[in-house]
């Protein structure tokens, strides 16, 4: 679900934390990426051109096969070593999103059985959509792509988002990447979002820096996780009222959730009411302590793809083109064979444009010192 509204309270505040990039800016980076957004995503946008899912013969879908097959290639070809994690068991505190989620489908598919025989395609296809989630089995589908493809990936023992951070601040990856604000919870250095977006999209690469983020809205650790609960996440429902400009104002104001509720249980005559049984310090221990495997137990290794076994499996079992496969699997042969070139800023350290005016004013150039030697001659 994510943290409504945090995208612009870290613009408005924090601005400096904010780069955008393209894809060939990312060049020589490693990067964690939430693979269970990823095939959301796919399932979602990788559509035929009457809007239906891609399928083959057998009518088994395999949109998420080609966005994962594609958009991999693409992130290799520009030098770019992805790692893919995926969801382990969601936490207890999850069960109430997750029945949400299900009844939104439920009313999803109630609304297009109204519609279907007087609704547009576009009216359909807008419920349709909501109706995607990513199946136990197209998760092991993509698992088993993305081993004869070479690539790796990690089972997360629980949020694939935490697994993501972790292994972005243990410096196995340069950062994490997720659509998901709500990431940023779990520190990592850079959370890099749209990365996996169609390239038609022409949607720029968002890189948010944490510490940056976090400074620019004054607040230490504690504080923003809790700024997080506050605005929403997928453990607890928000206080009715509370949007994103009053609740950094009551953290500001406050320095706390615990300060907050008792600030709201001392004015019962107040607008705002917390929720009854509103588990906030159990979603805080979760962001504080999530249940991930250390970054230094994990290797990640890239490997040459098994292009007989992508034909077979891809060609064979799924129906894609045999063409374009083999024509995938010799580009990511190349990429992979190349490795990921050091960049530039991994051998150099970067001098801000004042220091170096102030080195300057502290070192006047060779000309300028014979010069003034010749006048105090004079």
Not at 155 to 176: I, M, Y
Not at 227 to 244: F, Q, R, S
Not at 290 to 300: F, W
């Amino acid at each position: 679900m994510g943290v409504k509204g945090l995208n612009q309270l870290i613009k408005e505040h924090s601005p400096s934390a904010f780069k955008e990039f393209q894809l060939k800016n990312l060049f020589g980076r490693k990067v964690a990426i939430d693979a269970s957004m990823c095939l959301y995503q796919f399932l979602i946008a990788v559509r035929q051109s009457d809007g239906q899912q891609l399928t083959n013969e057998n009518g088994e879908t395999t949109s998420h096969l080609s966005g994962m097959f594609y958009r991999t290639i693409r992130m290799v070809e520009n030098n770019i070593k992805p790692v893919y994690v995926f969801d382990g068991k969601p936490p207890v505190l999850k069960g109430g999103e997750l029945e949400k989620r299900l009844l939104r489908r439920e009313e999803a598919q109630k609304q297009i059985d109204s519609i279907k025989d007087t609704g547009t395609v576009d009216e359909v296809m807008k419920f349709e959509k909501r109706l995607v989630r990513v199946s136990r089995e197209q998760n092991d589908e993509a698992k088993k792509l993305l081993e004869l493809m070479g690539i790796p990936y990690v089972n997360a023992p629980c949020e694939a988002e935490a697994q993501c951070a972790e292994l972005a601040r243990g410096g196995k990856v340069f950062a994490a990447a997720s659509e998901d604000m709500d990431t940023l919870c779990y520190e990592p250095p850079f959370l890099l979002r749209h990365l996996t977006f169609a390239e038609a999209r022409k949607m720029p690469i968002d890189q948010i820096t944490y510490s940056e983020a976090i400074a620019g809205l004054e607040m230490t650790k504690d504080q923003f996780i809790d700024l997080c609960i506050l605005l929403g996440c997928d453990y607890c429902e928000t206080i009715k009222g509370v949007g994103p400009v009053t609740a950094y104002k009551l953290i500001k104001e406050h320095g706390s959730l615990d300060n907050i509720i008792k600030h709201i249980e001392d004015n019962p005559g107040g607008k705002l009411k917390v929720p009854e049984n509103w588990p906030y310090d159990e979603a805080r221990e979760l962001f504080k302590h999530p249940e991930v495997t250390e970054a230094k137990d994990i290797t990640l290794k890239w490997k040459e793809p098994d292009v007989d076994g992508l034909v077979a499996y891809m060609v064979g079992e799924k129906g894609f083109s045999e063409d374009r496969i083999r024509s995938g699997a010799e580009k990511l042969k190349k990429g992979l064979k190349t490795g990921v070139q050091g960049r530039l800023d991994g051998f150099f350290s970067v001098v801000k444009p004042a220091a170096v005016a102030a080195d300057k004013k502290r070192k006047p150039d060779a000309k300028a010192s014979k010069n003034a030697k010749k006048t105090k001659r004079k």
